[in-house]
């Protein structure tokens, strides 16, 4: 059965920090293109980074370059997203996501990715 699983999320001050994690069962995770997206209320899913299998290296959107590092650990089949510096406005729902077939035009469009997380919630507030 293919699953992925998101978690880390919770409430935490404005300037602090959160680790996102996407684990996966029933496929090698590593071995695809894993993405995260957000959805604020109100406001559509938007894609915020990727670590993109076919050259094996991480994108972002500009909103949260310099702040998240997207990385990976092989052995737990885990895709992690580490936010620093948070911001009120990265108040959200984060989903992460799977493909095997993503490709640089593509790796932004959530109907691009085969698989996803159940979401997990986020707050930034004082």
């Known amino acids: 059965d293919v699953q992925l699983q998101a978690s880390g999320g919770g409430l935490v001050q404005p300037g602090g920090s959160l680790r996102l994690s996407c684990a996966a069962s029933?496929?090698?995770?590593?071995?695809?293109?894993v993405g995260w997206f957000r959805q604020a209320p109100g406001k559509e899913r938007e894609w915020i980074s990727c670590?993109?299998?076919?050259?094996?290296?991480?994108y972002y959107t500009d909103s949260v370059k310099g702040r998240f590092t997207i990385s990976r650990d092989t052995a737990k089949n885990t895709v992690y997203l580490q936010m620093n510096s948070l911001e009120p406005e990265d108040t959200a729902v984060y989903y992460c996501?799977?493909?095997?077939?993503?490709?640089?035009?593509?790796?932004?469009?959530?109907?691009?990715?085969?698989?996803w997380g159940q979401g997990t919630l986020v707050t930034v507030s004082s």
């Open positions: 029933g496929f090698t995770l590593t071995r695809t293109t």
């Open positions: 670590w993109k299998h076919s050259d094996n290296r991480p």
């Open positions: 996501a799977s493909g095997s077939r993503i490709i640089t035009s593509t790796m932004r469009m959530a109907r691009a990715y085969d698989y």
